[in-house]
């Protein structure tokens, strides 16, 4: 059987008295388009960071692709795209440059120009990347996660800096790349943007999970009427009635 794109069973990460990630169990099914949202310092920065290896749990398991991203990390990642939030680029490299680095890496077959074409980006091909925008980086950022085809895409934040153009764009990449099969999981507070693209959304609240499932399974369990926005499931979850001990599938 082919593993689940992303499992936790109890990953918990605290930072001296401070839970950041509370027993957070999360399956994520191959060839799911999941937004995980939350409001700021929810714990999503630290669930993605705990699956990247960036960091370490301080309980709890993970399995990303079927691999421990603790102990078989070179595994992982390599079919595992990665977008993450803050990204610092550079300065002296171009755009081909920073692509050709990554496609190295993967041993990949991609051209850098096809992948700045995806992203808009292929005019600033040979610019260096000190000269760019916040939007251009995200989109480079973006290029590099698209490298090798990989089997699952991890967007931190992927449409926080873009004009409406770079947001339409990003969704474009979302779809095309669901439809090859990849899994995408991504976090953002762009809601209407999450709207549009994400098959089932997990809401975070102070470091626990405290709803998922697709937007009519949750405007039914916050009793809103159907054509109530993610806006309004997400404020009504997140509020400070909610009951976070609570998980509701
Ligand atoms: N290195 C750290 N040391 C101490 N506390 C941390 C550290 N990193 C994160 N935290 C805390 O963990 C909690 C979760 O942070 P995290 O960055 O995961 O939230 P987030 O949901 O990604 O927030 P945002 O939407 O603002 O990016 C916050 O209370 C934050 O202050």
Redesign the pocket.
């Known amino acids: 059987m082919t593993p689940s794109a992303i499992e936790t069973d109890g990953l918990t ?1 605290q ?2 008295d ?1 839970t ?2 509370s027993e957070l169990d999360l399956t994520v099914e191959r060839g799911e388009v999941y937004g995980f949202l ?12 705990l699956l990247l290896n960036y ?1 370490k749990p301080t309980a709890g398991t993970a399995r990303v692709l079927g691999h421990d991203p603790w102990n078989d990390v070179v595994a992982c990642h390599q079919r595992v795209g990665i977008c993450p ?1 803050r990204f610092d680029t550079y300065d002296d490299l171009s755009a081909r440059r920073h692509l050709e680095l990554v496609i190295d890496t993967k041993r990949a077959d991609d051209t850098p120009r096809s992948l700045l074409e995806r992203v808009g980006l292929v005019d600033a091909i040979d610019k260096p990347a000190g000269e760019f925008s916040q939007g251009m980086e995200q989109r480079l950022a973006l290029a590099m996660s698209l490298v090798g085809d990989p089997d699952l895409l991890v967007l ?2 992927p449409f926080t800096g873009l004009d409406p153009h770079g947001a339409s764009l990003v969704r474009a990449v979302v779809e095309v790349e669901s439809e090859r099969g990849a899994t995408v999981f991504f ?1 953002s ?1 762009v809601l209407g943007q999450v709207e549009l693209v994400c098959d089932r959304v997990g809401i ?1 609240h102070r ?1 626990r999970l405290v709803a998922e499932g697709s937007l009519a399974e949750l405007r039914d369990r916050c009793d809103l009427s159907a054509d109530a926005t993610i806006e309004a499931v997400f404020m009504q979850l997140t509020g400070d009635s909610v009951r976070t001990e609570e998980v509701d599938r």
Do not use: Q, R, V, W
Not at 38 to 49: D, F, L, V
């Open positions: 990460k930072y001296g401070s950041a990630l939350g409001p700021n310092g929810a714990g999503k920065s630290t669930t993605i960071n960091i939030d931190d934040e976090s507070h975070l470091g």
